[in-house]
């Protein structure tokens, strides 16, 4: 067997979390691979809604085996209190969320320094969502890091060893003043808790479970253009969010990769700093945020909106290897005269198909615009009743980006997902 996966082709939000909940039922595993409590993964479902940080979107299903690989950052105070949260709902997590001892964790002083980084970029802020994230994959490649099976032995030496080293690098940036004693209380609270789920050797258990025939879908967090080394560096998260990091993320070679699934939403979105050269700053962005409810999962900030990227698109299909695509939130779009998507970007009067290196200025979008299709999407229930206005936006976006839209979404519930013969 092999593995299939699931990740966001834009800025992040794309409706990654709705997506593998409604595909879960096709697969025995779900598996984290990259990311941290900076995912928002939400679900609809039953009139009750859920909002996943660190834990995957398989875990609402039946009896399936739930991952968190070891390319994830896993702060134990925040995933306790997920797991918690979900436990009190009636969802029950025993047996059925293993977490690899690989994966690093996130302290409480990593939080400081992100806000301690941020605080010294000025103006240039990349407007991370201040859980840690950039300086735990930090510590990760400078060899400092502190992982999940460090809690197993020996466990409050090697965490103060690593407090104080973050301590004086947070004197040397002149960030004082914080108190995190509650913090580092529930933290290690955390750490004891989390001692209850299975902590396993997940790149072991990943290639068994493909070997003994069992199906697996690796749920990717953020989006493409957060890559850290093909998204809009340097506003970008600090984990290769694209399909090669689930092979680093669970330990799968890349000949056991299976379907690429990449998910876009009918627009674009972008939450925090960076370039965006589709963005609406006007009042069609305003409604685009308004029906769409474009605020934060996390964070509850505004997110930036604008029309769909043909041109970031392309290129996100094309460092992914992605064979299907996920459309999501269409109907959003519904009450609007026309639509656009840009194929083009204009670069200082140079017209660009592709994306290049530098998006940060100078970047005019190239649209074609077409008529609105100007009908409730939400309660549609097969491809063949949809709008003709819709269907050819559907075929201009298939023809732009040479492939197939498998899975429509036309609205945030389960139910409201329409899969298309292609
Ligand atoms: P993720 O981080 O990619 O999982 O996406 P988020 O959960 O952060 O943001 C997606 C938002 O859109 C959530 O509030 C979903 O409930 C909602 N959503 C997902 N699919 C649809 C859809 O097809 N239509 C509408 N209107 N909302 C959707
Ligand atoms: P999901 O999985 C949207 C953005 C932050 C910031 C940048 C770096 O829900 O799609 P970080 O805290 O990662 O260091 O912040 O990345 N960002 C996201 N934007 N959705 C996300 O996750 C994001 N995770 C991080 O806003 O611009
Ligand atoms: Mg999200």
Not at 154 to 173: C, G, M, Q, V
Not at 267 to 275: D, E
Not at 297 to 312: F, K, M, N, P, S
Not at 330 to 356: I, Q, R, W
């Amino acid at each position: 067997m092999k593995a299939d996966v699931l990740l966001g082709l834009q800025w992040g939000d794309e409706g990654k979390g709705k997506v593998v909940d409604v595909l879960t039922p096709k697969y025995d595993v779900v598996a984290r691979f990259q990311g941290g409590p900076n995912a928002g993964h939400t679900l609809e479902f039953e009139g009750n809604k859920y909002v996943l940080r660190s834990i995957p979107s398989g875990i609402f299903q039946g009896d399936k085996v739930n991952i968190i690989g070891n390319g994830v950052v896993l702060a134990p105070d925040l995933f306790m209190d997920e797991a918690r949260e979900l436990e009190k709902s009636g969802h029950n997590l025993h047996g059925r969320l293993h977490i690899s001892k690989k994966a690093h964790l996130i302290m409480p002083t990593h939080r400081l320094l992100d806000a301690a980084y941020e605080a010294a970029k000025g103006k240039d802020k990349v407007g991370t969502t201040g859980k840690g994230i950039g300086p735990t994959y930090t510590d990760k490649v400078s060899r400092n890091g502190l992982r999940v099976g460090d809690i197993l032995d020996n466990f409050d030496e090697k965490y103060a060893a690593h407090k104080a080293r973050h301590e004086e690098i947070l004197r040397s940036l002149n960030y004082t003043g914080y108190d995190i004693t509650e913090v580092e209380h529930h933290w290690m609270e955390g750490v004891e808790y989390m001692k209850q789920f299975e902590l396993v050797d997940s790149e072991h258990e990943v290639n068994r479970l493909l070997r003994e025939g069992k199906s697996i879908l690796c749920e990717g967090a953020q989006g493409t253009m957060l890559d850290v080394d093909f998204g809009s560096y340097p506003f970008v998260t600090s984990s290769n969010t694209i399909c090669a990091g689930a092979c680093t993320g669970l330990g799968l070679g890349p000949n056991k990769i299976g379907e690429v699934y990449g998910i876009i939403k009918a627009y674009c979105t972008r939450v925090g700093a960076g370039p965006f050269p589709t963005e609406l700053c006007d009042d069609t962005g305003s409604k685009i945020r308004r029906i769409g409810h474009e605020y934060g999962a996390v964070t509850g900030r505004e997110r930036r909106c604008g029309w769909i990227d043909l041109v970031a698109l392309k290129y996100a299909i094309m460092v992914n290897g992605v064979t299907k695509l996920i459309m999501m939130k269409s109907d959003v779009l519904d009450t609007f005269e026309t639509v656009k998507a840009c194929v083009a970007y204009n670069h200082n009067g140079m017209f660009l198909d592709y994306f290049p290196y530098d998006i940060n200025s100078g970047i005019e979008p190239v649209y074609v615009e077409m008529p609105g299709w100007k009908q409730d999407l939400s309660h549609i229930t097969s491809a063949d009743q949809f709008p003709q206005a819709f269907r050819d936006y559907i075929t201009l976006l298939e023809h732009h980006l040479e492939t197939p839209i498998a899975i429509i979404s036309v609205g945030p519930d389960r139910e409201q997902t329409i899969e298309r013969n292609c």
